[in-house]
């Protein structure tokens, strides 16, 4: 599916619930129940910024939430966490989509994704390897 031109074509999307229990065991963190959310705004961000990765990204958002394989937190954007979903691609490297999500829930009870957009596997390593990104810590 092609990426939004407009913002008008852009919709907001529930993307059910966040498995905040993996996420807390991975992260340390004690984040509260709540559901993925992803604004028009969002979403028209993703369509016009990263317009390249937007099937594989449509295609992540409606699973990571369930299944993420690698959760982190930038240095640099402490008011988020990130939610590392592989996919299959025609590259011989394997590719991943990373989805910035904010780190409370809103008055809503909804996390707001913030981004998403692909990284190829030799990111993923560098950022496993600095301690940024860790394998999902099953129950």
């Known amino acids: 599916m092609p990426a939004p031109r407009h913002k008008s074509q852009c919709v907001a999307l529930r993307l059910g619930v966040l498995d905040v229990e993996l996420v807390n065991r991975t992260l340390q963190c004690e984040l509260l129940p709540g559901e993925l959310y992803l604004s028009r705004q969002a979403h ?7 317009p390249d990765d937007y099937d594989a990204c449509m295609s992540a958002l409606h699973r990571v939430g369930q299944s993420p394989g690698l959760i982190g937190q930038a240095p640099n954007h402490s008011d988020n966490f990130e939610l590392v979903i592989r996919f299959r691609s025609k590259s011989p490297e394997q590719e991943y989509v990373l989805i910035a999500v904010g780190l409370e829930v809103d008055e809503d009870g909804l996390y707001r994704i913030k981004t998403a957009y692909r990284l190829p596997e030799r990111t993923i390593t560098a950022r496993r390897s600095a301690g940024r990104l860790h394998l999902t810590k099953g129950a």
């Open 44 to 50: 028209w961000h993703i369509a016009k910024d990263h």
